[in-house]
């Protein structure tokens, strides 16, 4: 089992920035690969980027692309997302994901284990 404890979530003004954490814990919980996703109210849950568990490879959506920066401590076992130049459309509960795997997917079921989700907010 893996579990996954996200924070960092809150209100910013469009243009802001915010950093989210995702602390991963259990057995060989540093051997797999993290991601963020996101759901607004109503939608689809989406893929914003994963991060291999060596940390080398990342992915990230075209979306969030040149804004949003996903990295990893491997000491720490936690990664992060960095999301800076906020859109109101960047407004939702964003999940972290872990996978059994050296690199990650871009699709929800690659990924086994999830995190309760932290809420941002981005207003105009």
């Known amino acids: 089992q893996v579990q996954l404890v996200e924070s960092g979530g809150g209100l910013v003004q469009v243009g802001g920035s915010l950093r989210l954490s995702c602390a991963a814990s259990?057995?060989?919980?540093?051997?797999?690969?993290l991601a963020w996703f996101r759901q607004a109210l109503g939608k689809e849950r989406d893929f914003v980027a994963t991060?291999?568990?060596?940390?080398?490879?990342?992915g990230h959506a075209d979306s969030v692309k040149g804004r949003f920066t996903i990295s990893r401590d491997i000491a720490k076992n936690t990664a992060y997302l960095q999301m800076n130049s906020l859109k109101p459309e960047d407004s939702a509960v964003y999940y972290c994901?872990?996978?059994?795997?050296?690199?990650?997917?871009?699709?929800?079921?690659?990924?086994?284990?999830w995190g309760q989700g932290t809420q941002v907010t981005v207003s105009s």
């Open positions: 259990g057995t060989n919980s540093s051997r797999y690969a």
């Open positions: 991060i291999s568990w060596t940390g080398i490879i990342t």
């Open positions: 994901a872990a996978g059994r795997r050296l690199v990650g997917g871009r699709t929800r079921y690659e990924y086994d284990f």
